[in-house]
């Protein structure tokens, strides 16, 4: 519902495209830019878009924390789903033990990765654009590190900016 009806709009981590098709079927009038890392995933998700005749998508194989990768775009809204959380966990599982586990408050030494991503994205984003993020905060301490990341970034979100859901209310279950 938040996706506007037109302008660029950019996915990170878009895989094989699932979502983005769906989001570019749903919005005709806007332009669609996947960005994923995988070269053989953009491959296939070029080749599902053709066969399904999308015409308002395209792919581009690109690594978010390398900035020379990043395409020159100037996105209206720039959609992610658990990439930025994601990297987040990824450091945290390789430098902290099982039973260490926890999400601390916001560390540069462990998210400087995503981050940087972050950081990176900002090229892209218009002036005017927006960031919706969609992660799986299942902890006060890692959405804190989410929100005070995203405002080191040189990012200002509101409190009234998060909409707060649970699994529930996504998938009918618990």
């Not at 332009?31 to 399904?52: C, D, L, M, Y």
Request: proline letters at 5%; a positive charge.
């Amino acid at each position: 519902g938040r996706l506007p009806k037109w302008g660029r709009i950019v996915e990170l981590g878009c895989h094989t495209g699932i979502l983005t098709r769906y989001y570019a079927l749903m919005r005709p009038d806007a332009e669609f830019v996947g960005i994923e890392r995988s070269e053989a995933a953009v491959k296939i998700a070029q080749k599902k878009a053709q066969e399904q005749k999308i015409t308002n998508l395209r792919f581009i194989n690109a690594d978010l924390q390398d900035v020379s990768t990043i395409p020159d775009i100037q996105a209206d809204v720039i959609i992610t789903g658990r990439v930025i959380g994601e990297m987040m966990n990824m450091v945290i599982r390789q430098r902290l033990s099982w039973k260490d586990y926890q999400f601390p408050i916001l560390d540069p030494s462990l998210d400087k990765e995503a981050w940087s991503v972050v950081q990176n994205c900002m090229k892209m984003l218009s002036p005017s654009g927006q960031f919706i993020i969609t992660e799986r905060a299942t902890s006060f301490d890692r959405f804190r590190r989410l929100w005070l990341g995203f405002q080191s970034a040189g990012f200002c979100p509101y409190p009234s900016s998060v909409t707060q859901i649970g699994w529930k209310d996504v998938s009918g279950y618990h």
